[in-house]
């Protein structure tokens, strides 16, 4: 069974810095890419970050220039580095596998979620 956990979140002071990691274990065939998501306190997720297998990224607009998203293939692990972190960036953070089977099924795997509370 394939199951994502996920780390590093916490308090922040706003300008601070935070580094989260998702990793993957069980049989989570090939992952064609990784995510980031997270979802402030009364709003709906909302996508933050995604790396592919090529190691292409994409950010929304609001993290560019702040956080960067990297991935080590060999630990099937995804990293969100977040620097200056403000207010408006707190929330429950979750990482999403988007993967190809070996029979050739596409799958979507969820973290269980982080919190990131930016406060002074």
């Known amino acids: 069974q394939v199951q994502l956990v996920e780390s590093g979140g916490g308090l922040v002071q706003p300008g601070g810095s935070l580094r989260l990691s998702c990793g993957a274990s069980?049989?989570?065939?090939?992952?064609?890419?990784m995510g980031w998501y997270r979802q402030p306190p009364g709003k709906q997720r909302q996508f933050v970050a995604t790396?592919?297998?090529?190691?292409?990224?994409n950010y929304v607009d609001s993290v560019k220039g702040r956080f960067t998203i990297s991935r080590d293939n060999a630990k099937n692990t995804v990293y969100l580095h977040m620097n200056s972190l403000k207010p408006e960036d707190a929330g429950v953070y979750y990482c999403?596998?988007?993967?190809?089977?070996?029979?050739?099924?596409?799958?979507?795997?969820w973290g269980q979620g982080t919190q990131v509370t930016v406060s002074s």
């Open positions: 790396i592919t297998d090529g190691g292409s990224t």
């Open positions: 999403k596998f988007e993967t190809t089977a070996p029979w050739g099924l596409k799958y979507e795997y």
């Open positions: 069980g049989s989570i065939g090939y992952i064609n890419s």
